[in-house]
C-alpha cells in the first residue's frame, strides 16, 4: 500500500547489504524517453530486463517504484515480469499495490490500470 514504508525498509535493506536499488519508474522512464511513443511497448520488457542486469548484486535484485509497469500503453503484464526476473536471480521488489488473502492487487476495481493477482510461487510480506 501506499506510504507504509516499503521504500523505507527497502532502502535500510540496500544499506546494510551494500546494494542498489533499481528505482523502476525512473529507470525505465528514462531509458522510455529515447523511443517513439508507439514504439515502447515493444521495447520496455528488454529494457526492463537490462536494467535488471546492471542492477543486480550477489545474485540479488532490489526493485522499487514499480508503478509505470501497470501503465496500459506498455502492454507488459508486472507480475509476469518479476517472475521471470526471479528464475534467474532472487528478486526483492515493493509491490505497490495490496495483499489480501494471498492475493496482490493494483489499483481499484473499474480503475483502467486494475490488476489482481494469486500469490502461487511468491513470498510476499507485509510491512506494517
Same mark, same amino acid.
Given at each position: 500500500?501506499?506510504?507504509?514504508?516499503?521504500?523505507?525498509?527497502?532502502?535500510?535493506?540496500?544499506?546494510?547489504?551494500?546494494?542498489?536499488? +533499481?528505482?523502476?519508474?525512473?529507470?525505465? /522512464?528514462?531509458? @522510455?524517453?529515447?523511443?517513439?511513443?508507439? !514504439? &515502447? %511497448?515493444? $521495447? *520496455?520488457s528488454?529494457?526492463?530486463?537490462?536494467?535488471?542486469?546492471?542492477?543486480?548484486?550477489?545474485?540479488?535484485?532490489?526493485?522499487?517504484? +514499480?508503478?509505470?509497469?501497470f501503465?496500459? /500503453?506498455?502492454r @507488459?503484464?508486472?507480475?509476469?515480469?518479476? !517472475? &521471470? %526476473?526471479? $528464475? *534467474?536471480?532472487?528478486?526483492?521488489?515493493?509491490?505497490?499495490g495490496?495483499?489480501?488473502?494471498?492475493?496482490?492487487?493494483?489499483?481499484?476495481?473499474?480503475?483502467?490500470?486494475?490488476?489482481?493477482?494469486?500469490?502461487?510461487?511468491?513470498v510476499?510480506?507485509?510491512?506494517?
Amino acid at each position: 500500500a501506499p506510504n507504509s514504508g516499503k521504500s523505507d525498509l527497502l532502502r535500510q535493506f540496500a544499506k546494510r547489504r551494500d546494494l542498489k536499488i +533499481l528505482n523502476v519508474g525512473a529507470a525505465l /522512464g528514462r531509458e @522510455l524517453l529515447t523511443i517513439p511513443g508507439p !514504439r &515502447r %511497448h515493444l $521495447q *520496455a520488457s528488454d529494457l526492463l530486463k537490462g536494467l535488471a542486469g546492471e542492477f543486480t548484486s550477489n545474485g540479488l535484485l532490489l526493485m522499487d517504484n +514499480l508503478e509505470i509497469l501497470f501503465d496500459q /500503453g506498455l502492454r @507488459l503484464n508486472p507480475l509476469d515480469l518479476l !517472475r &521471470r %526476473h526471479a $528464475q *534467474a536471480r532472487r528478486v526483492i521488489a515493493a509491490w505497490p499495490g495490496a495483499l489480501t488473502e494471498n492475493r496482490l492487487s493494483y489499483a481499484t476495481t473499474g480503475h483502467p490500470e486494475y490488476q489482481d493477482y494469486g500469490c502461487d510461487g511468491l513470498v510476499p510480506f507485509r510491512v506494517n
